[in-house]
């Protein structure tokens, strides 16, 4: 009997291998009925539910789980300390996979109890979810505290390494600390260059990268970060538009700012990113000597909902434009309504 028990389980864990799940499941339930001790029994039950969580069956998952956890309430301590660790890591993983956070936190907490027995990779993996369970909790400081455990963990990969960094990043994002936020991402992206974990840490970091001037590496990033944006994140897709058509502009690579600017402006997502977006075809299309097709594109800004600064800077650029056509007259008209509408305009120094 016991020969058949442990053929079987070796069927299911080839079978789990190759990820057919279904059938590892079946054998496993056959693998259970041949049990005596309980905490064989349990360990099926597991390793069924693992199964199911492979299969998106969280639910199901949790009834073997918590049937596990009944089992080893009996057992000698030697038998239920790994079971009763691998129980609640388990349903704290379900939990927070079904967004249901506190009770995520709940059988996370209580797993890692024991986190100086586990294996370090084991350690690191349990320490980042708690990590990651918290931001979603919005308890950023608490959050970032299990992050900077994980990273304490020396056995682990530079990928994982970079997870976690960035990780921190998100934090300190929250926190609203942005100079630590930008050198974790720094940290984790120089770790790892090919780190996708999260699109909208690539865009924070390449948002962070722009307003430090850093636009070659902002270019890269935003680039990234929109191959992987989803399709439901319009706002998103038309900010990496802006600031790439800016990065693209300051660098002087006016086709490239040209076409992405256009591209962000067929999105529509975000009234004032869309002003911004005509502002910087507008100053592509002059740096160009294109002043007449500038002019078009920042008339129609005006038509667009905006508040005294983006006028300032309408005004001014198509008073620029006016005067680049010697066109002195319209230019004087925009020239006096900026001066109307703020007499101490950091604009009019365009315009000596």
């Known amino acids: 009997m016991a020969e058949l028990h442990d053929k079987i389980l070796m069927r299911a864990e080839k079978s789990h291998r190759k990820g057919k799940f279904k059938k590892e499941i079946r054998l496993l339930e056959h693998a259970r009925k041949l049990c ?41 301590a030697d038998e239920k300390d790994e079971l009763y660790w691998s129980i609640n890591d ?50 950023y400081e608490k959050a970032l505290e299990w992050y900077l455990r994980a990273l304490e963990i020396e056995e682990i990969d530079d990928d994982e390494l970079a997870m976690t960094m960035g990780f921190c ?32 840490m690539m865009y924070r970091y390449a948002v962070l990268s722009y307003e430090r001037g850093e636009h070659d590496t902002a270019i890269r990033f935003f680039k990234k970060a929109m191959s992987l944006i989803p399709s439901e994140k319009q706002a998103f897709l038309e900010a990496c538009c802006q600031y790439l058509g800016y990065s ?21 997502a975000d009234p004032r990113r869309r002003a911004n977006l005509f502002l910087t075809i507008v100053q592509v ?47 004087e008209q ?5 001066i109307e509408l703020n007499p101490r305009s950091p604009y009019l120094n365009d315009l000596l």
């Not at 925009?334 to 900026?338: D, G």
């Open 90 to 139: 388990y349903l704290g993983t379900v939990f927070y996979e079904e967004g249901d956070y506190q009770e995520a936190l709940r059988y996370k907490m209580e797993a890692v109890k024991d986190v100086d027995e586990l294996h370090e990779k084991s350690a690191w993996m349990l320490l980042t979810y708690l990590g990651k369970i918290h931001e979603h909790l919005e308890d």
């Open 169 to 200: 990043g998100q934090c300190h994002d929250g926190l609203g600390d942005e100079a630590r936020a930008y050198e974790s991402y720094h940290k984790a992206f120089s770790l790892d260059p090919g780190h996708t974990e999260n699109w909208h």
């Open 334 to 338: 925009y020239r006096r309504k900026l």
């Open 36 to 76: 005596d001790r309980e905490s064989d029994k349990a360990d099926i039950d597991i390793r069924i539910g693992t199964a199911l969580s492979q299969l998106g069956r969280g639910p199901e998952a949790k009834e073997y789980y918590f049937r596990a956890l009944d089992q080893v309430q009996s057992l000698p």
């Open 285 to 331: 299309l002059f740096a160009r000597g294109r002043a007449k097709k500038a002019i078009e594109y920042a008339l129609k800004i005006l038509q667009e909902p905006l508040d005294q600064e983006y006028m300032e800077r309408v005004y001014s650029l198509l008073a620029m434009c006016y005067f680049s056509l010697r066109d002195e007259e319209q230019g």
């Open 248 to 268: 693209y502009f300051v660098k002087k690579e006016y086709g490239r700012a040209e076409r992405i600017v256009k591209k962000g402006l067929e999105i529509r």
